[in-house]
Structures are given as structure tokens and as C-alpha cells.
């Protein structure tokens, strides 16, 4: 792996204004630590490998959930429909109770907390981490699915969130 040369790397703003013109997709991973439900949002989801079925998302090592997260046997991905942008901004905020009304969720698979009205659910077992920059990679392997709708998706765009429109 080769490492980029001190003073060679872009500036952290410019960085994140150049990657801000990235629409995503928006998930909240969700798992049960220690018998307490925990969540975040996240709009780095990848699928990584169809065999054996893997997916990925990053995590801000700083992330104050990822203590309880990275002790869960299980956590379940929620892809977001277009109509959750309340959902997604209640995962991605700190100091708040994710789980109280009116988000709604249920003990799913395995106990993993599934949220109410998204699109599809991926339960997964932890495959592995790794520890890249000021993130962690996550990478788990795909045990369950569950295709609700065929809503659109919720997107992040521009520090905003919004819908996909297909081309006519």
C-alpha cells in the first residue's frame, strides 16, 4: 500500500466539498449490544462480493456508537426510502433516544432492531474491520434479506438528503 506523502494530500474542506458532489444512498445500521438496541446512519454502503454475499459501510472511529456496535454478533443494514430523511437525521444525531417514538422498530432476526417502512433489510454476522484513516471499514457477510418495497431511495447529496428521479 503506498501512503501519500506529507503536504501532498488535498485540504480536509476541499476534500469534503469535492466529495460532496457524490449523491449516496442512505442506510442506518442497527444491532442489539449487550441487550440495548444502537444505530447509526451511514451513506458509505457498498455491496463488496456476491460470493459469498458481503457488504460493507465506514464508521468515524470518533463515533460514540461504535464501541456497542463493534460488540453485536449480529447487525442488520436498513436501506432508507425517500420518505425517511427524518429517520436518517435521527441516527445521525448524537444525544438522543434513536430508538424512542416515533421511529418504529421491532426485534428482528437474531434480535437485531429492524426499522419500520424502509425499503430492505440485510441482516449480517461480522466478517471483518479495518482500521483505514480516522475511519473503520466494516465488512459483513449477508445471512438474511428482507425486500419490502420498491420505494425510491433516500439520497445524501450536498449535505442534503433527497430522492432519486429516473431519467423519462
Not at 28 to 51: N, Y
Not at 56 to 84: G, I, K, M
Not at 85 to 110: C, I, M, N
Request: net charge neutral.
Amino acid at each position: 500500500m503506498t501512503e501519500t506523502l506529507p503536504g501532498r494530500a488535498v485540504d480536509a474542506d476541499r476534500f469534503r466539498q469535492a466529495l460532496a458532489v457524490h449523491a449516496a444512498g442512505v442506510v442506518v445500521i442497527t444491532a442489539q449490544a449487550r441487550g440495548v438496541p444502537v444505530g447509526l446512519t451511514a451513506t458509505s454502503f457498498s455491496s463488496v462480493s456476491l460470493t459469498p454475499p458481503l457488504v460493507s459501510f465506514y464508521v468515524d472511529q470518533s463515533s460514540t456508537t461504535w464501541p456497542s456496535l463493534r460488540l453485536a454478533e449480529h447487525f442488520a443494514v436498513n436501506v432508507l426510502a425517500s420518505d425517511q430523511a427524518e429517520l436518517a437525521s435521527r441516527f445521525a444525531r448524537k444525544g438522543v433516544d434513536r430508538f424512542a417514538a416515533p421511529t418504529e422498530w421491532w426485534p428482528g432476526p437474531q434480535g437485531v432492531p429492524i426499522l419500520g417502512g424502509v425499503s430492505a433489510q440485510l441482516v449480517c454476522v461480522p466478517h471483518s474491520t479495518v482500521d483505514i484513516g480516522d475511519h473503520v471499514l466494516v465488512v459483513g457477510l449477508v445471512t438474511e434479506t428482507n425486500l419490502v418495497s420498491d420505494d425510491r431511495p433516500l439520497l445524501y447529496h450536498r449535505g442534503r438528503f433527497g430522492r432519486f428521479t429516473p431519467h423519462t
